[in-house]
Nanobody
Framework: QVQLVESGGGLVKAGESLRLSCAAS????????ITWFRQAPGMEREGISC????????YYRDSVKGRFTVSRDNDKNAIYLQMDDLKAEDTAIYYC??????????????????WGRGTQVTVSP
């Protein structure tokens, strides 16, 4: 069964850090780009970071640039999102999504065949 499972969310105070994980099962992430999305209450889902299959291309939304770092470990079939200096406005459900691409491509939006169910991140002021 093809699955993406996010973990690592929680309740933290502003300025603290969290590391989210996105673990794949039932398929290999080797040829897949991964995009992290988040959706806050009453807001549209937004792409915040993506990483290409080759780990060469990484994009970040301006609001998280310099604070969030995306990485991947293909041997562990997992993607990570290190979130530092968290702010109250980072509060949202965070999702990972996978799309099969080649080389250096990743996208901050579009159609993705595989999605996780999300993990809640809550940052208190």
């Amino acid at each position: 069964q093809v699955q993406l499972v996010e973990s690592g969310g929680g309740l933290v105070k502003a300025g603290e850090s969290l590391r989210l994980s996105c673990a794949a099962s039932g398929f290999s992430l080797y040829d897949y780009a991964i995009t992290w999305f988040r959706q806050a209450p009453g807001m549209e889902r937004e792409g915040i970071s993506c990483i290409s299959p080759t780990d060469i291309t990484k994009y970040y939304r301006d609001s998280v640039k310099g604070r969030f770092t995306v990485s991947r470990d293909n041997d562990k079939n997992a993607i990570y999102l290190q979130m530092d200096d968290l702010k109250a406005e980072d509060t949202a459900i965070y999702y990972c999504a996978a799309e099969r691409t080649y080389g250096t491509t990743c996208h901050m939006g579009g159609e993705f065949p595989y999605w996780g169910r999300g993990t809640q991140v809550t940052v208190s002021p």
